[in-house]
């Protein structure tokens, strides 16, 4: 079969490495299917969150097989509704092979494979989606394009915010189809908050704005209705929900991928190992695991082409390994380095009128203060599922950190881990210009009736990891690994520590979409 990734005279090399161990382990157990059948994988997708799904449905458009390997589980929405753990009474189902639920109640739960991973790092704890649609699991939805300006504090000019504009976000769009909070539901008790967020802003001068989220919104009417099983609306979204409200990458990209017949998924396959082949391709090591995470064999694929979508972390920590390992030895001095927390702080804000605090969700408005003198910031409001106090208010802020965070390889664990630098002066500033806008907000709507004030603001953790294998930097600016041809990186490894202000789920999405229709140009 001819692929336009794999020429006649590599495929009997290919061919030949397979015969000699290197290419696909064959002992696939049950798994029956093109995949489990070759001697050869003709590109390889490690992960399945924004950036590997684009992957996955690009390549299988263009007729090249593709296998992507996912270390977590599907997460089908089941009629029962219950397909994920809940905040307030978390099981396995929360947390990735943790004793302990990453949020929510303090219980202790049976380690299992679940949908959302915490990662103590040095100097700040990094939250990770696990599953297949990666992030889009456990995200709050929201599809938010940075301004120009923003944009272009971030990025080189060989990303052109224009052609983003003009050609990728779209293309993102027409397939995530997010629209923002309809006025119906705006006006129910259940986004009291999100009124009031609207409220605030406008008092201050500042803008607020309904978010382009990625729901579906007839969903959230059925939760008010009481025709299906509340969980937008009751504040859950970091585990995922169960009502089906959240367009989740396995509805669309990677279910159009999987539909073509030239993407296969392979769910609960943990990547631990990439290594070249000189002159002839790579090998993927993995290692495929039963629910409770153990081992039940390890894999060798073979292939010549690689796309690192494991999100900023994975794909970070398996490049720097395999640096240090020998295994990928021309890797540059900027893999794993210009990594950034993407200015994410959380606080909380109370005195203000009613919001019913846990109530409404997930996050569906934002204040821009994108003239703050520190730094810009749009501050989003979502709920706190077991906040009582009412009239507060909890804000993730996004702003612009430095990419001053970097990776090291630890030989007595095989292991990588993350630095981040947490009291360096640039690092502190997104903290101090979250406090700037709610000193701003507050001084605004106090009244005769309600004194806002700010509770909290805090860093320290992020759930919008950015950097560690930089466009310009360790890649060109289409995510080719400089100093190896057929390897790639389209995910958040690709952006130097921040999106310019916004959630970066949407700039991963369309950075992916602009790297892969270069690479399918360039191969035919």
């Known amino acids: 079969m001819h692929n336009r990734f794999l020429s006649r005279r590599h495929f009997v090399q290919a061919s030949a490495y397979a015969l000699t161990g290197y290419a696909l382990n064959r002992s696939f157990g049950v798994l029956q299917s093109w995949a489990a059948n070759s001697n050869y994988i003709p590109a390889i997708v490690i992960g399945s969150g924004f950036g590997g799904a684009v992957a996955a449905l690009r390549l299988a458009q263009a007729g090249i097989h593709c296998l992507v390997l996912e270390r977590g589980r599907r997460w089908q929405i089941t009629p029962a509704q219950n397909t994920f753990a809940t905040l307030r009474a978390p099981d396995g189902r929360s947390s990735w092979l943790s004793s302990v639920a990453v949020f929510g109640e303090p219980v202790p739960i049976d ?41 272009e504090r971030i990025f080189p000019k060989k990303i052109s915010y224009e052609q983003m504009n003009e050609v990728y976000y779209p293309r993102v769009r027409s397939l995530l189809n997010p629209s923002p909070i309809p006025f119906d539901i705006l006006q129910t008790d259940y986004y009291r908050a999100a009124r009031v967020t609207l409220e605030q802003a ?13 729901l579906d919104w007839n969903v959230i009417r059925q939760e008010i209705a009481g025709e299906i099983v509340a969980s937008a609306i009751a504040g859950e979204f970091w585990y995922g929900n169960n009502s089906g409200c959240k367009n989740s990458l396995d509805n669309n990209y990677l279910k159009q991928a999987e539909q073509s017949g030239f993407a296969q998924i392979l769910p609960l396959h943990v990547v631990t190992d990439i290594s070249e082949v000189p002159n002839q391709g790579y090998t993927v090591v993995c290692n495929e695991i039963n ?55 959380f606080g909380v804000r109370v005195g203000l009128p009613p919001t019913h605090p846990s109530q409404g969700g997930p996050a569906a408005i934002a204040i821009e203060d994108y003239s703050n003198p520190i730094g810009p910031i749009a501050s989003l409001t979502y709920p706190q599922w077991n906040e009582t106090r009412e009239g507060s208010l909890y804000h993730l802020n996004v702003g612009i950190s430095p990419a001053i965070g970097s990776f090291r390889y630890e030989p007595s664990s095989d292991s990588v881990k993350l ?42 953790g992020t759930a919008h990891p950015l950097g560690g294998a930089v466009l310009g930097k360790a890649c060109d600016y289409y995510g080719r690994v400089k100093g190896y041809e057929g390897l790639y990186v389209v ?20 950075l992916a979409e602009r790297c892969l229709e270069k690479v399918i140009q360039d191969t035919d």
């Not at 406008?202 to 990625?214: E, F, I, P, Q, S």
């Not at 995910?491 to 369309?510: E, K, M, R, Y």
């Open 111 to 151: 380690v299992y494979t679940g949908v959302l991973e915490l990662l103590p790092e040095d100097g700040i704890n990094v939250y990770a989606g696990a599953g297949v649609g990666g992030g889009s699991l456990v995200y709050n939805g929201v599809t938010y394009q940075p301004t120009q300006a923003n944009f």
């Open 202 to 214: 406008a008092n201050a001068g500042l803008v607020g704005k309904r978010l382009d989220v990625n």
């Open 291 to 345: 629910q409770q995470g153990q081992t039940l064999q390890t894999h060798t694929f073979f292939t010549k082409q690689v796309f690192l979508a494991a999100g900023s972390m994975g794909t970070t920590k398996l490049l720097v390994k395999a640096k240090a390992k020998g295994n990928l030895n021309r890797l540059n001095d900027d893999i794993g380095m210009y990594w950034g927390a993407n200015g994410d702080t």
């Open 419 to 460: 630095t981040w630098p947490k009291n360096n002066l640039e690092v502190i500033k997104a903290r101090q210009a979250a406090d700037l806008t709610f000193s701003t907000l507050n001084k605004a709507n106090t009244t005769g009736q309600y004194t806002p004030s700010t509770d909290s603001v805090v860093d320290g």
């Open 491 to 510: 995910d958040g490894a690709l952006i130097p520590g921040a999106a310019g202000a916004v959630n970066p789920s949407f700039t991963i999405a369309a």
